[in-house]
């Protein structure tokens, strides 16, 4: 019973997954599309330039610095709005499995 469930659900992904790349490729969500295939043609850009190595540092990077200042700019607008919204993060900060640091 378990593994019909199983693959069932997986059908469901790959089924929701299939048509979400046909809408890309259909060009039915101009943005999301012109977004998706101009963040590919940068990456195959930047990496016609750069070392593999450098280009995943670099996003890396980016990744890790949208996130400061995103965390930063919860902190300041729960500062000024005097709420207690508590860290953005939190959801993913509880994943079952996850390593965390002792605080």
């Known amino acids: ?41 940068l990456l195959l850009f930047s990496l016609t330039q750069f070392s593999v190595v450098s280009v995943v540092a670099y996003l890396a990077l980016a990744v890790l610095s949208a996130t400061i200042s995103f965390r930063i700019y919860k902190s300041v607008l729960q500062a000024v709005q005097k709420t207690d919204e508590g860290h953005p993060f939190k959801i993913q900060a509880k994943i079952p499995g996850a390593k965390r640091h002792a605080e």
């Open 1 to 41: 019973m378990q593994a019909t469930a199983d693959s069932t659900k997986m059908d469901c992904v790959w089924s929701n997954w299939r048509s979400q790349a046909i809408d890309l490729l259909y060009w039915r969500d101009i943005k999301q599309t012109g977004i998706v295939f101009g963040s590919f043609l």
